[in-house]
């Protein structure tokens, strides 16, 4: 168990650019969610997938945001035409099936110029 | 609405004594508690938990106090230690269709341990 991975850890982008951002989960955890933190604030639900299935997506940002998780294994977040207000740490974390406690990954945090 | 409330930006506490962490909510539908510890720059890291049929819950130096009635829970840290230097978070979860939604996070108490 290697736990949660994140890539890459850092991007610096310009602004309009497209970012993606990969997460792989504890391996056999049916559940991914993502986060985003700004600086301050505690942690931000994203959204969350139960294998394949996006389950909750109402609360991702705005319609620049999308994810897939299309195997039920490693998951995609990605931000189309960044802005500045999209710098942030962007957190993954898998939970099992039935569990309620959701491990982290050490997160991505992204710079837009 | 911030639902997850840690009203203490910031505590300061000796080593060797206790750090107690402070946590409201609001929202009746949280039926699981848990504490996040984290240092800058890296992921949280999970603590201690706490189903809502449960008052207390212990794991070694950490225990975890749930009052239902109060929408208020605390972690306990003793003895303090220098390496419990950190961000401390409070997050709440509600169970649907076999797993936790996602979290709600608080914004984080950070703690301060003095040599």
């Known amino acids: 168990d290697t736990g949660v991975s994140q890539d890459p850890r850092h991007k610096i982008t310009k602004r309009g650019q497209n970012v993606t951002f990969r997460c792989d989960p504890i391996?056999?955890?049916?559940?991914l969610y993502w986060y985003r933190q700004t600086l301050g604030q505690g942690p931000e639900f994203l959204t969350y997938?139960?294998?394949?299935?996006?389950?909750?997506k109402s609360r991702l940002l705005s319609d620049r945001f999308s994810a897939e998780r299309p195997k039920g294994s490693f998951s995609t977040l990605e931000i189309q035409r960044t802005e500045q207000g999209d710098s942030a740490m962007y957190l993954c974390?898998?939970?099992?099936?039935?569990?309620?406690?959701?491990?982290f990954g050490p997160g991505t945090r992204l710079l837009v110029l | 609405d911030q639902q997850v409330k840690q009203n203490s930006p910031s505590l300061s506490v000796q080593e060797g004594r206790i750090s107690i962490l402070n946590c409201d909510y609001t929202?009746?539908?949280?039926?699981?508690f848990l504490w996040y510890k984290k240092y800058p720059a890296e992921g949280p890291t999970f603590l201690i938990s706490?189903?809502?049929?449960?008052d207390k819950n212990e794991d070694g130096r950490f225990t975890v106090f749930l009052n239902k009635s109060a929408k208020h829970l605390s972690l306990h840290i003793v003895p303090s230690q220098p390496g419990d230097s950190a961000v401390y978070f409070c997050?709440?979860?509600?169970?649907?269709?076999?797993?936790?939604?996602?979290?709600?996070f608080g914004k984080g108490t950070h703690l301060i341990i003095q040599p």
């Open positions: 391996s056999e955890h049916n559940r």
């Open positions: 997050a709440a979860s509600a169970w649907s269709g076999g797993g936790a939604d996602g979290l709600t």
């Open positions: 929202n009746s539908m949280f039926d699981y």
């Open positions: 974390a898998s939970a099992g099936t039935g569990e309620e406690t959701q491990y």
């Open positions: 997938f139960q294998n394949e299935a996006q389950l909750e």
């Open positions: 706490i189903s809502s049929i449960k």
